[in-house]
């Protein structure tokens, strides 16, 4: 598919980089080298994704572009694919935290950037049928992206979404890292970072509680102790 792609980065080769290998892909690339200036671009047209660099210049960081957005109900099902310094950890962490998609790298491998970009771009594209996935409290709208717990609406970002619709049709399943890293972020069988899983499990159960009357959001997404996750029924 062709999409218009909005790149953020602080330094022009990669930048250039960015460009070139996706417009080879066939979508339209618009570069951004600041915060601020992403926030114009995306204020006057939506991108169908957002690849944010995590360190930028003083001033709007990827983190803060990424916590804008995700409080922005317009923006709440944008992808955005981070990029980082190879090695911060702790960089990945703020960014899922703040609600990024995936990350990837640098430097990185072009393969593996066309491959998140495809991946995510594939999850963005919303169901063409009407569906309503309800357990317990929880109620799922595949149309609106949005979950409500016992009568108060959580939104999602469409990752949050596509994980928690997962495993709500495999309820009472333990489900490994890596077979939810295949099922929801596409990537090829026993690859990809468990901690991508951890991390939005994390900010799901922080939602659920937080919105919600269940005291211990853990109850609905468990932790299966040297297996993985599950939607327990």
Request: with cysteine; glycine share 6%; hydrophobic share 40%.
């Amino acid at each position: 598919m062709c999409a218009y792609i909005l790149a953020t980065d602080d330094d022009p080769d990669v930048l250039l980089t960015l460009a070139r290998v996706l417009t080879r892909e066939g979508h339209r690339v618009e570069k951004a080298s600041s915060g601020e200036e992403a926030l114009r671009r995306l204020a006057i047209q939506r991108p169908d994704m957002l690849i944010l660099d995590i360190m930028m210049p003083p001033g709007m960081d990827g983190l803060a572009v990424c916590n804008q957005l995700r409080a922005d109900e317009h923006f709440m099902d944008l992808p955005i694919l981070f990029l980082t310094a190879r090695g911060s950890v702790d960089d990945v962490v703020s960014g899922l935290d703040a609600g990024g998609d995936d990350y990837v790298m640098k430097p990185f491998e072009l393969a593996e950037l066309t491959a998140r970009v495809r991946a995510l771009l594939r999850r963005n594209e919303h169901e063409t049928t009407s569906k309503v996935l309800e357990l317990g409290d929880v109620r799922l709208d595949t149309n609106t992206y949005q979950a409500s717990v016992a009568g108060t609406a959580i939104q999602l970002t469409a990752t949050e979404y596509k994980l928690l619709h997962y495993m709500m049709e495999h309820v009472n399943q333990a489900l490994s890292p890596y077979r939810l890293l295949e099922a929801v972020w596409d990537y090829p069988p026993r690859s990809g970072d468990p901690d991508l899983v951890r991390a939005h499990i994390r900010n799901l159960r922080a939602k659920i509680e937080k919105k919600s009357k269940i005291p211990d959001a853990a109850a609905f997404i468990r932790t299966i102790h040297g297996v993985g996750y599950m939607v327990a029924g």
